[in-house]
Nanobody
Framework: QVQLVESGGGLVQTGGSLRLSCAASGRTFSSYAMGWFRQAPGKQRELVATITSGSSTNYADSVKGRFTISRDNAKNTVYLQMNSLKPEDTAVYYC?????????????WGQGTQVTVSS
């Protein structure tokens, strides 16, 4: 069982920045693929960014050039640096860990952190 705890959300003005953190339990964090997703009211959850165990990254087109995902394996933590925020970035942001369990993979989710960007 992997537990994820997000932090760093809040209210920010358009053009501002926030950094989200996600602290994970487990002794093999460095092997997890990690991701950030978001869900706005009335919309489906969508991928924001992912980072592999080898630190390869992938971003949604809507956040490329503005958001940066990174990880610190020594702290069992993944970050999402969000710059040049827009009102359309308003959502609950969720951290996801993809963990290999033998021959299968399991996904674990955090409880989410609210990000609100005012215009």
């Amino acid at each position: 069982q992997v537990q994820l705890v997000e932090s760093g959300g809040g209210l920010v003005q358009t053009g501002g920045s926030l950094r989200l953190s996600c602290a994970a339990s487990g002794r093999t964090f460095s092997s997890y693929a990690m991701g950030w997703f978001r869900q706005a009211p009335g919309k489906q959850r969508e991928l924001v960014a992912t980072i592999t165990s080898g630190s390869s990254t992938n971003y949604a087109d809507s956040v490329k050039g503005r958001f940066t995902i990174s990880r610190d394996n020594a702290k069992n933590t993944v970050y999402l640096q969000m710059n040049s925020l827009k009102p359309e970035d308003t959502a609950v942001y969720y951290c996801d860990a993809e963990v290999r369990l033998g021959v299968v993979f399991a996904d674990y989710w955090g409880q989410g952190t609210q990000v609100t960007v005012s215009s």
